[in-house]
């Protein structure tokens, strides 16, 4: 059952509100934590008006980003999953901090039906700690980006995508 994101205030439990997105030939999957409320909201990944998410990989891959269609294009293009490490929590508001009793999203399935998988790259700490500390083990490599997340604004966006474009982005 998935709980209205729109009692801010409140602790509630939340289900992951979408699918993952994958494609037969997936290289890279990106994990970020668990959907903001907006994304709830939206219906999508990445929805806060000011989550750089998308500004970044539209500037990486000349594609646009204005409909979830052009995103998923792109994604496709790029050869890019997209989903979080967190299936479902208890939180009160959008901060990674607040998310508390978290189930985390079955990793090792994934990538046993996605071998094409090569890098998993996840969008902030948070994501990386919570999978270090369920999977080390898994024999993949990692890397941890910088928060797209309006919160995050101690960091320069053109040193965001530079390190996106880093790991990311296809010589």
Not at 73 to 94: F, M, P, T
């Amino acid at each position: 059952m998935r709980c209205s994101p729109f009692f801010y205030g409140l602790i509630m439990r939340y289900e992951h509100p979408f699918d993952p997105i994958l494609f037969p030939d997936t290289e890279t999957l990106i994990l970020g934590t668990f959907p903001s409320l907006d994304s709830f909201k939206y219906d999508f990944y990445y929805a806060h008006k000011r989550n750089q998410f998308w500004k970044i990989m539209q500037d990486l891959y000349g594609m646009p980003t204005e409909t979830k269609e052009e995103q998923i294009a792109l994604l496709k293009k790029a050869k890019i999953g997209l989903y979080d490490i967190v299936a479902s929590c208890e939180r009160q508001n959008s901060s990674d901090a607040n998310l508390k009793n978290c189930t985390l999203t079955d990793i090792p399935k994934i990538l046993k039906n996605n071998p094409s998988i090569k890098l998993i790259a996840f969008t902030g700490k948070k994501a990386a700690q919570l999978y270090a500390k369920a999977y080390r083990d898994l024999p993949i490599p990692t890397v941890t980006l910088p928060s797209p997340s309006p919160a995050y604004a101690s960091m320069r966006y053109e040193t965001k995508r530079e390190m996106y474009a880093k790991y990311l982005k296809k010589k």
